[in-house]
């Protein structure tokens, strides 16, 4: 018997963003639109506190699947939508529920006075509420609806600033790359109801225990595929950096906690059907592996602040595809949540940054000792910088230190590229650090501009966010995550529909304990990678400048050649589409059509001017017709 205040929860969940969304477009953005806001945020505080009645319910053990109602049903064949509370999805839904919560808060503040508000207030919580939806689903072509959703509306908000061309022609780059991803998504699905007559996860689960096929490997390569496009790996990653064009609340939401992570947990999900063939998981623990490497490179040589911070989302987004691949689910998970909390809180600050600057973004040629004139957004980035670099007792020095002690495990080029990742994200995140807030460089000017620290309503939701990032690695809150991806993934009895046992997952679910060794090179690593951006930004201060424009610059611009190659791919495309379009459908396919009845009324005058009507005609065809038939009889 599922409790009271459970079903409540579970209620609440939906019903109170559903509501608010509902209220806020056909009352308030009519009656009073600057205040569309305030509906959302009672949402949200009623969202965070049922998603943490879910956490304390699976933390007693316990998980919860629930049939709501029953979608396109044919015949004996019917989709059963409903909703699925265990350790994954109770654990990332309790940081997606907080996390977005406080950047609703700071978007209230960051988006007041903008003309779009209260289209950008519905369209933001509809995000939130598409997030929500695509976790706790029990099947999966609901989590596919949901997946779709996210993908809409995550369009909408890169875009939100449509007067801008880079801003349009950012969000259509997102949307196409998420579609060409999710085209496998779609295949998957497609090859579940083909194979299973069922896409409930659990069905699908016990498919693939009992009698792994042809269709395991089609299935398995196809949701992998749809992860790669949503959490930006190679070599669908190259939307997102252009994603920052979107306002600075949408980047924290979309790249920290919400969009990219969908990926992350749609194969920790899906790690029953992924294990299931032989190589795939080595696939995904060395594409992880190469895209982190890769886009730590580029963000030390980025100067836009958002765009810096966004390839250091693809990097971390790529060390928990590392751990999924060396079947470290609880870890990939442990370092979703606090990667959440330390990458919103950066984001954030850049956003105080570029408000100070009166503008949507800024760069390190822009600013320059900033820790002077502000210095609680310092003492916040400094924080979460700490976290991201895996400092010692911040938490991703656990979260980042127990990927790296996996691939520490599994040796050869992935123990290599796991130190070599803990160098490159200390150098980016503190050249940005010094570059931003420290010196007094003659290359950086402000323009006659005189930033200042922004209100409380800016600063609170960074302070909770940032002292998440330090607080989350202690041992008591790492055992709760352990327990709860555990809890979820071994064995637990769940309310099902017909009352079945849950079906054990094959991966770790428990966190590793802390390996000193691994921690000690990792810490070493990161300490010389942050005193390389010291020397580099600090002691050598025009070196940032010295490099910049020669062939070295164009290398990293283009992402090490990939952009030149997938503009050329692009290029392609759209002249394949211009030809198709203006030569074989405009003036061949459709000559072809409008030539055809005058071919017919010629073909039909010619066998006209053959039958005149004379008797004698017709008799010698008729004969020889005869003769032909006669002569092959009898040949």
């Known amino acids: 018997m599922t409790p009271p205040e459970v079903m409540l929860a579970v209620k609440v969940l939906f019903g109170a963003p559903v509501a608010a969304i509902l209220f806020g477009f056909f009352v308030m953005r009519r009656v009073k639109p600057e205040w569309t806001h305030l509906p959302i945020l009672a949402s949200c505080a009623a969202v965070t506190a049922a998603a943490a009645c879910l956490a304390a319910y699976t933390t007693a053990k316990h998980c919860l699947e629930l049939p709501v109602w029953t979608w396109a049903v044919a015949g004996d064949w019917g989709v059963a939508f409903g909703l699925r509370i265990d350790g994954p999805s109770s654990a990332i839904l309790a940081m997606v529920a907080f996390v977005g919560s406080l ?6 503040a960051y988006m007041k006075g903008d003309k779009g508000f209260a289209r950008f ?48 022609k950012a969000a259509l780059k997102a949307f196409m790359t998420n579609r060409i991803g999710d085209l496998g998504f779609l295949i998957a699905v497609l090859m579940m109801i083909y194979a299973y007559r069922s896409t409930r996860l659990q069905t699908v689960y016990e498919f693939m225990a009992a009698k792994p096929s042809i269709y395991t490997s089609i299935i398995a390569l196809g949701l992998v595929w749809a992860a790669f496009a949503k959490s930006a790996q190679w070599p669908l990653y190259y939307w997102l950096p252009d994603a920052m064009e979107g306002p600075t609340p949408t980047s924290a939401l979309m790249h920290a906690a919400t969009m990219v992570t969908a990926g992350v947990f749609l194969l920790i999900r899906s790690w029953p059907i992924i294990s299931a063939v032989d190589g795939l998981p080595q696939l995904i623990a060395w594409t992880g592996a190469l895209t982190s490497l890769g886009a730590a490179i580029i963000a030390g040589t980025k100067k836009d602040i958002k765009r810096i911070l966004a390839y250091s989302t693809v990097s971390h987004l790529g060390l928990m595809m590392l751990a999924v691949g060396l079947g470290e ?35 390190v040629d822009e600013t320059g000792g900033l820790r002077r004139e502000m210095p609680f ?6 924080a979460a910088a700490l976290s991201l670099a895996g400092a010692p007792l911040f938490a991703g020095f656990f979260s980042k230190d127990a990927i790296l002690d996996a691939a520490w495990h599994h040796g050869g080029g992935l123990r290599v590229i796991g130190m070599l990742i803990a160098f490159g994200s200390a150098f980016y995140i503190f050249r940005m650090l010094f570059l931003v807030f420290h010196g007094d460089r003659k290359e950086q000017s402000r323009g006659g ?23 989350l690695g202690h041992g008591s809150i790492r055992e709760w995550v352990s327990n709860l991806m555990t809890y979820g993934m071994r064995g637990v009895p769940m309310v099902l529909i017909r009352l079945k046992p849950y079906f054990d997952l094959p991966g770790e679910p428990a966190l590793p304990a802390l390996n000193w060794t691994v921690s000690a090179f990792g810490t070493v690593l990161a300490l010389l990678g942050a005193g390389a951006a010291y020397y580099l930004t600090m002691v050598d201060s025009g070196w940032d400048w010295r490099w910049r424009g020669g062939f070295a610059e164009a290398v990293f611009e283009s992402d090490f050649g990939y952009k030149i190659i997938v503009g050329w791919g692009a290029r392609a495309v759209s002249w394949t589409a211009r030809f198709t379009g203006r030569v074989l459908d405009k003036n061949w396919w459709d000559g072809l059509l409008e030539s055809s009845s005058d071919v017919l009324r010629e073909a039909g005058n010619a066998l006209a001017s053959s039958a005149q009507g004379r008797v004698n005609d017709y008799l010698w065809w008729m004969l020889a017709g005869s003769a032909v038939l006669l002569g092959r009889v009898l040949r």
């Open 103 to 108: 950047i609703h808060v700071y978007a209230a």
């Open 449 to 471: 501009r005189h930033p200042h620290e922004a209100g409380p309503e800016f600063v609170l939701p960074i302070f909770a966010l940032s002292f998440g990032a330090v607080v």
């Open 121 to 168: 207030f519905l369209v933001f919580h509809l995000f939130f509420l598409a997030m929500i939806g695509l976790l706790t689903a029990n099947d999966y072509l609901q989590l596919y609806l949901f997946w779709e959703l996210v993908g809409v509306s995550s369009y909408l908000l890169i875009g939100f600033w449509y007067h801008k061309e880079s801003a349009r």
């Open 329 to 363: 689910l609880g870890t990939a998970a442990y370092h979703l949540i606090v990667h959440g909390f330390f990458k919103a809180a950066l984001f954030l600050c850049a956003g105080n940054i570029a408000h100070a600057f009166h503008q949507s973004t800024a760069n």
């Open 377 to 382: 957004t310092y003492g916040c980035f400094l």
